[in-house]
């Protein structure tokens, strides 16, 4: 009679909280598609949960494709068939769900103000190696299907040209984009609102520094510089070099002939040539 009474008002509990699912821990018991699942972890972008199939936590051996799902928060109901006292539980529910709907609804606006900020500025340089990015403006069509989020991560970037590396969520390949392409966005930071106001000193750091960058590569733009230190980053400019101007950095200075050794990066690959020192090189970011 006592389980009976405890499974009524499990079932009680569950109708109360039916659309209170955002902010489930992890190892939660959830309902989804009328079966029970367990929930693995939270995907903060894409606002979804990835679950495991309740009877596949108690196989000693490993789980396969069709124990595990990934769905839409909205589509996951909190269940209570585990608790002791399920009515108790329901407060908490709401008060976690009401919780992470406020941070979600945070977020948001601070994403929508980083993409402002990002289109009055053509884009912010100088962010950070692995952040996460939004395809913002016209950079949307360079998306791998009209169903995909626009999300990516930095992979590398390239202040000469006020451009990312990036790599799509769920791609294999990189591709190159304008800076003025890219929006950061906070899903995954504890404090989106200091995040963001650290990417915008980061940009107008870096924006002072190119800026002085170019002065001091138009200073350097007559060549012949001997003795440049090795690493230097380097542009080449000659009819013996190349047909157009190569990104290039010097790796060794030989007094006795007055040339250099410089590695040219193109795409993936590097190769090493000798460069003369007169009116062939110039600074470079």
């Known amino acids: 009679a006592?389980?009976?009474?405890?499974?009524?008002?499990?079932a009680r509990a569950a109708e109360f909280s039916h659309s209170w699912s955002l902010g489930l821990d992890k190892d939660a018991l959830v309902s989804y598609e009328g079966e029970l699942w367990r929930v693995e972890r939270y995907e903060a972008e894409e606002?979804?949960?990835?679950?495991?199939?309740?009877?596949?936590?108690n196989r000693h051996s490993s789980c396969s494709n069709r124990d595990r799902v990934v769905a839409a928060w909205d589509k996951v109901h909190p269940?209570?068939?585990?608790?002791?006292?399920?009515?108790?539980?329901?407060?908490?529910?709401?008060?976690?769900?009401?919780?992470?709907?406020?941070?979600?609804?945070?977020?948001?606006?601070?994403n929508e103000r980083a993409a402002k900020e990002a289109s009055q500025r053509g884009g912010f340089l100088g962010l950070k190696l692995q952040s996460r990015v939004c395809l913002l403006g016209e950079g949307v069509w360079r998306r791998p299907s009209q169903?995909?989020?626009?999300?990516?991560?930095?992979?590398?970037?390239?202040?000469?040209?006020?451009?990312?590396?990036?790599?799509?969520?769920h791609a294999a390949t990189t591709q190159v984009i304008g800076a003025r392409l890219v929006s950061p966005v906070f899903w995954l930071s504890d404090d989106p609102g200091a995040a963001l106001e650290?990417?915008?000193?980061?940009?107008?750091?870096?924006?002072?520094?190119?800026?002085?960058?170019?002065?001091?590569n138009a200073l350097c733009r007559a060549g012949g510089f001997l003795n440049i230190p090795a690493n230097t980053h380097v542009l080449i400019s000659c009819a013996e070099a190349c047909e157009n101007a190569e990104r290039c950095k010097?790796?060794?200075?030989c007094r006795l002939t007055q040339t250099y050794l410089v590695a040219v990066n193109k795409t993936i690959d590097a190769t090493t040539r000798s460069i003369s020192s007169s009116g062939q090189l110039r600074g470079g970011m």
């Open 2 to 10: 006592a389980e009976r009474k405890r499974r009524d008002a499990a």
């Open 47 to 57: 606002q979804q949960y990835a679950l495991l199939r309740l009877s596949a936590t």
């Open 79 to 110: 269940s209570f068939v585990d608790q002791d006292d399920p009515l108790a539980c329901v407060a908490e529910r709401e008060a976690a769900h009401e919780r992470q709907s406020r941070s979600i609804a945070e977020t948001q606006a601070t």
């Open 147 to 169: 169903e995909h989020s626009g999300l990516a991560t930095i992979v590398d970037y390239f202040p000469a040209r006020r451009a990312y590396s990036i790599k799509m969520a």
């Open 198 to 216: 650290e990417v915008i000193k980061a940009h107008e750091v870096e924006t002072q520094r190119v800026k002085q960058a170019e002065e001091a």
């Open 250 to 253: 010097v790796t060794h200075y």
